[in-house]
């Protein structure tokens, strides 16, 4: 069984956002789209169930 995003986090300009996985161990960036999609342009290992949460600025 897996789990939706336990962070996420998108640029003030709304260009691109980033999801936190913890029981997958990874960090997802997707690249938004005209039509409102997304589309996933990279993926990170992080450590499994990671305290760290995103923040941006």
Known sequence: ???GP???WITPDGTYLYQIYG???KLVSYSTQPDGS???IG???IPY???Q???GF
Do not use: H, I, Q
């Open 38 to 40: 997304l589309k996933e």
């Open 43 to 45: 993926s990170v290992k």
């Open 49 to 51: 169930n990671s305290p």
């Open 6 to 8: 336990s962070d996420s």
């Open 23 to 25: 029981n997958a161990s």
């Open 53 to 55: 949460g995103l923040a």
């Open 1 to 3: 069984m897996t789990s």
